[in-house]
Each structure stands twice: as C-alpha cells, then as structure tokens.
C-alpha cells in the first residue's frame, strides 16, 4: 500500500465548495459557464473558466496539497487533451523544486498526468524552473536552451515534434510563452496550451 493510498482512506476526497464526499470539485459547484478559448501572442489557450469562485478556491487547495482536487481538476481538463491534434506529448509548466519539495507534488504535472489518461498521450517532464538566472553557469548548447526562468532538457522528446502545454493558472502567459521559446529553441513545436483558469491581470 502506498502512502497516497493510506491519505486517501484517511481524508477521503470531498469538495471544496461544499464539502460533500465524492470528489474534490463536485458537479453542483463546477462553475456552469463556458470555457475560455483566447490566444497569447500565437498560442492558442482554452482554460476551463476564470480564476474566480469555486475554480479558484480549487485551485489554491490543489496548490495546498489536495490530490483529490488534482483528479477533479485533472478529469476535466481531460476533453482537451483527448481533442488535440497532432501532438505528441503534454507537457507541464513545471513549478520550482522548493515548492515541489513543500507539496509533494507539482501540481501541474500531477494535472497533465490524469488529463492525458485517456488520450494515450505520454506525459513528459521536459522543462525545469530555476530559481534564478537560468542562463548562469550553464554551456552555450543549455543556455540556448534556456528562456526566462525555464530551461529545456528532455531526451525523450525530438526536433520537430508538436507538444501540449499544461498549467494551473495564467495570468499574462509569460510562463507559457517562455516555456514555448524554450522547446522551440530545441525545435519542439507549441501550437497550444491548456489551463484550469485564467487570471485577471
Ligand atoms: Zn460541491
């Protein structure tokens, strides 16, 4: 028996609007409005709804620890992933070690791996974030590689592959487009990326 197993019958799932057993996002409290679809200078985002309400008391509980939260967040995401076309792998938007540390877990990539479930689609941990300069201390062929806080270093994906991107929350996108220019500095291409919610700027 694995310790997630050993929490999970200790603290069985339950929402977190209302609290009933069952799921970490209930269908009563799922917001009803209709997903976004925008675009961030040339990549093409559907998030799930705004950053609001019971999508972001989902959100922060997930960033909290809560795994039952992730599987509810993750299932829905799940459509998109199954829909997209011509890609290869998802990709998360990683968070820093210290937080991943803190959490057990990153929260981003837990998400890819329930919403790429039924899409038979791998889920690859491609970009890392640094806590600072990702240029510092590195060789010309990483620092290439490297945008803004993400740095690029997957063996298992190729030049000329088509991945998802996968985050919890955007905001301005500057993490996604980063994280965009950094694979497609090793020739991986991003035609689009899909979020829980979107954030006010
Ligand atoms: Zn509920």
Same mark, same amino acid.
């Given at each position: 028996? %694995?310790?997630? /197993? ?5 603290? +069985? ?6 609290? $009933? ?6 269908? %009563? ?24 309400? +019971?999508?972001?008391?989902? !959100? ?8 039952? =939260? ?5 299932? #829905?995401?799940? +459509?998109? =992933?199954?829909?997209? #076309? /011509? @890609?290869? $792998?998802?990709?998360?938007? +990683? ?22 479930? /039924? ?20 060789? %010309?062929?990483? #620092? ?18 088509? !991945? ?25 291409? @991003?035609?689009?990326?899909? =979020? =829980?919610?979107?954030?006010? #700027?």
């Amino acid at each position: 028996m %694995r310790w997630s /197993d050993v929490v999970d019958f200790l603290f +069985p799932a339950a929402c977190v609007e209302c609290d $009933a057993v069952g799921e970490g996002l209930c269908a %009563r409290c799922f917001p009803a409005a209709a997903p976004l679809q925008f675009d961030l200078g040339g990549l093409h985002c559907s998030a799930l709804g705004p950053y609001c309400g +019971p999508l972001r008391h989902a !959100v922060l509980a997930l960033k909290s620890g809560r795994r039952d =939260v992730a599987e509810a967040l993750g299932i #829905r995401l799940s +459509p998109y =992933v199954v829909r997209a #076309r /011509d @890609v290869a $792998a998802v990709v998360p938007v +990683p968070t820093t070690v210290r937080r991943r540390r803190q959490r057990g877990f990153d929260q981003a990539e837990l998400l890819a791996r329930i919403a790429a479930r /039924d899409s038979g689609l791998p889920v690859v941990a491609a970009l890392a974030q640094t806590a600072g300069d990702a240029q510092r201390g590195r060789s %010309r062929k990483e #620092r290439l590689a490297a945008v803004g806080r993400f740095a690029y270093g997957a063996a298992s994906l190729a030049s000329g592959m088509r !991945v998802l991107l996968l985050d919890d929350v955007v905001t301005t996108g500057s993490s996604l487009r980063d994280c965009q220019a950094a694979l497609g500095a090793a020739g991986i291409r @991003v035609p689009a990326a899909i =979020v =829980v919610a979107r954030a006010d #700027r």
